[in-house]
Nanobody, 124 residues
């Protein structure tokens, strides 16, 4: 079992940057791949990016590729999402999630553990 807590959201102007953190409880954090998803008002939750258990492999949605970077520090039980060149369409609640497979997958249903989310608002 793992519990996840996101932080780092906020209000930023278009073109700005934010770094989200996802801190996990439990001593087996390195056993989980971790993904970031987002949900805008009135829309379905969508995949953003994910990282494998070891951190050696990532998987990123085309809409954020080149702007968002995921990284993890297993010693700190933390996964980071660095978001640069933010756009108003990036506005959403961002969730981190963990799955017990080694790979960084895009499939929401694979993720069994979710954080409570953190709001990111990008103004134009």
């Amino acid at each position: 079992q793992v519990q996840l807590v996101e932080s780092g959201g906020g209000l930023v102007q278009a073109g700005g940057s934010l770094r989200l953190s996802c801190v996990a409880s439990g001593r087996t954090f390195s056993s989980y791949a971790v993904g970031w998803f987002r949900q805008a008002p009135g829309k379905e939750r969508e995949f953003v990016t994910a990282i494998s258990r070891s951190g050696g492999s990532t998987n990123t949605a085309g809409s954020v590729k080149g702007r968002f970077t995921i990284a993890r520090d297993n010693a700190k039980n933390t996964v980071y999402l660095q978001m640069n060149s933010l756009k108003p369409e990036d506005t959403a609640v961002y969730y981190c999630a963990a799955e017990s497979t080694p790979w960084a997958t895009r499939v929401l249903a694979n993720y069994g553990y979710w954080g409570q989310g953190t709001q990111v608002t990008v103004s134009s």
